[in-house]
């Protein structure tokens, strides 16, 4: 059972998944694979260099600054990168489930799940919320960003409200130890279901 897991851009997805791998749920994030692939991919490399130019890596590492300033308000070319990369990634899960199918489920963590469809190919959903401003003094903390360049990623992703209608659970995740208890309840509940399929 694919069980995915997203929230908008601070809402603590990560910190939620590592409290399912805590017990004992195998975790697949999709940003880390993601990045790892845009380092070790020979056809990741080669097509970002064709479309963006050889700036794109400085001495055989990915330039993400250069990168982020190229995407920066401009989704027409966040688009060119994730139909790059989204691909590779999504066959780099498939053989990474195909080894891990006997397990009860897995959970795919990914912060665009509904806005590139994939979705469409798990069994339930999980989306992590936090209120707005504790998203903003999370990543003014982690990132040492501006406001305005969260609000510009928070515009590529879709609203809370959009997520919630198509997801199974909810996790609020404004208190760490609340969240724990959610994620104790929806590990139980989906364990229970796995064994009746």
């Not at 603590?12 to 991919?41: C, P, Q, R, W």
């Not at 066959?91 to 009860?104: L, N, P, T, V």
């Not at 903390?141 to 909810?170: C, F, G, H, P």
Request: hydrophobic share 35%; with cysteine; glycine share 4%.
């Amino acid at each position: 059972m694919i069980v995915g897991l997203t929230g908008g851009i601070g809402s603590g997805k990560t910190t939620v998944a590592k409290m399912f791998y805590e017990l004992g749920v195998s975790i697949y994030i999709a940003d880390i694979e993601a990045k790892n692939l845009m380092h070790t991919s020979k056809e990741i490399k080669e097509e970002l260099i064709a479309t963006f130019g050889e700036e794109t890596y400085k001495n055989g590492k990915l330039n993400r600054s250069y990168l982020s300033n190229i995407v920066f308000n401009q989704p027409e070319e966040l688009k060119k990168i994730n139909a790059i990369v989204h691909p590779r990634v999504g066959q780099h899960f498939k053989d990474w489930y195909a080894a891990r199918s006997k397990e009860k489920y897995i959970i795919k963590e990914v912060a665009i799940l509904f806005e590139n469809d994939s979705y469409k190919h798990c069994d339930k959903i999980i989306t992590v919320v936090a209120p707005l401003e504790e998203r903003f003094h999370r990543l003014l903390q982690r990132d040492q960003t501006t406001r305005e360049a969260i609000q510009s990623r928070m515009n590529n992703q879709w609203n809370d409200a959009k997520k919630i209608a198509l997801s199974d659970y909810v996790i609020q995740n404004e208190d760490l130890e609340k969240a724990k208890n959610q994620v104790a309840k929806i590990h139980q509940e989906i364990s229970l279901l796995s064994d009746k399929i």
